[in-house]
């Protein structure tokens, strides 16, 4: 089969959806290599991330034809012709969208991450709900096979759309392979000591570990507010872009003068998240809502335990041995951290139990659930 992929994020994106678009198409090219892999883009951000991505074998960098005067609506409104030349069998639209041009005869999928503009419309400017909306709207309508990454995302497609449910086929995602490997004791705290994360003698530092954009959905003001009843020998260190919720954050540590417990990191390579994540000796994500939420299954590959909240589909994400508190609950919060850093028992259970939870997100596994999803396409036509 030729199989055709928005490729925006893939080539653009070093976080988030990048990485989700980039190792799926990797390990379909690489469970999968008597396919060819058509990588959709109107242009490519100089990485050697995503420099490495597109040599891999079988898949292939797509730009629109010279002289194409509106590059940006290309993959939206001009990319037919280019389908139509590569005799695409299937387009996958990978965030939320697909062209308004697809040939007829090649399938179209679509990946639906979330309707979270949706459900929290407070948290989006109006004019991007809109535009989410109206694109979301367009694929769930017309796309042939709708990949939701977890139930409640489904749900939420249902709800919102009153999209056939046999329509939607839920189809979990994992994470990069290099979450997967811990590492050398010496190669982690290296990388630890990059970032201030290990004392003078070398012994790493105790800490707490958040991954995500500081918006309001991320909720990282939970934590903030639930560190001063947590043990003092740990600090909290995250890991994202700041948006302008980090002024709210940022008050509140001033107020609660913890400016000596936190310790935030920005434009951390990939490539060093491993380590930090393997560093922590917990991972709290109390976000108020996620369509899936991938760190989660990075920090329990990293051996890691999760304390996450509920209301969203973390709980799919975390599986029954993560512990899951109130989004608005920092007593609730301090209660869990502080149980299972003075259990050794609990911390060991944890981690345990979450290796075994993972192995329904095994990569071989996912990507023969998407393959056999793609030739039903093709052999019930």
């Known amino acids: 089969m030729k199989i055709g992929f928005d490729g925006k994020r893939a080539a653009n994106n070093l976080t988030g959806l990048g990485n989700y678009s980039r190792s799926l198409i990797e390990q ?24 490495a991505f597109f040599k891999l074998p079988g898949i292939h960098l797509c730009l629109p034809p010279s002289g194409t005067l509106l590059k940006a609506l290309w993959r939206s409104i001009g990319i037919g012709r280019q389908l139509i030349k590569d005799n695409i069998d299937i387009y996958h639209g990978l965030s939320n969208e697909i062209p308004l041009q697809i040939p007829i005869g090649t399938k179209k999928v679509v990946t639906i991450h979330d309707l979270i503009y ?17 694109k979301s709207k367009y694929a769930c309508r017309h796309a042939d096979l709708i990949i939701a990454i977890s139930e409640r995302t ?8 009153q999209t056939p449910a046999d329509k939607i086929k839920v189809l979990y995602q994992s994470c990069d392979d290099s979450f997967k490997t811990l590492l050398p004791t010496d190669e982690r705290n290296a990388i630890l000591s990059k970032y201030s994360l290990t004392k003078p003698s070398g012994e790493p530092v105790k800490y707490f570990l958040n991954v995500g954009t500081i918006e309001a959905r991320k909720n990282l003001l939970l934590i903030i507010r639930a560190l001063p009843k947590i043990d003092t020998a740990y600090k909290l260190v995250v890991v994202g872009k700041k948006q302008a919720y980090a ?10 003068q913890l400016h000596d417990r936190i310790i935030f990191l920005e434009n951390i390579p990939f490539t060093d998240l491993p380590a ?9 994500y109390p976000s108020f809502y996620e369509g899936f939420g991938i760190p989660v299954i990075e920090a329990m590959y990293s051996g890691t335990p999760v304390i996450a909240a509920t209301g969203s589909c973390l709980e799919e994400a975390g599986g029954p041995d993560s512990i899951y508190i109130s989004p608005d609950d920092p007593e609730a919060l ?8 003075q259990s050794a028992e609990l911390t060991s259970q944890m981690i345990s139990a979450g290796f075994k939870y993972l192995e329904k997100f095994n990569t071989a596994g996912l990507s023969s659930q998407l393959m056999f999803a793609y030739r039903d396409l093709i052999y019930k036509s």
């Open 154 to 161: 489904k749900e939420d497609i249902i709800h919102y759309y």
């Open 118 to 134: 949706l459900r929290f419309p407070q948290h989006y400017r109006w004019t991007d709900r809109l535009i989410y909306n109206i």
């Open 334 to 341: 301090a209660e869990a951290a502080n149980k299972v850093i």
């Open 28 to 51: 379909l090219a690489g469970y999968f290599p008597e396919n060819t892999y058509f990588v959709y883009t109107p242009k490519i951000k100089s990485s050697g991330q995503i420099g």
């Open 247 to 256: 002024v709210q954050v940022a008050e509140e540590i001033s107020k609660l």
């Open 276 to 284: 930090i994540y393997q560093g922590a000796a917990l991972f709290i």
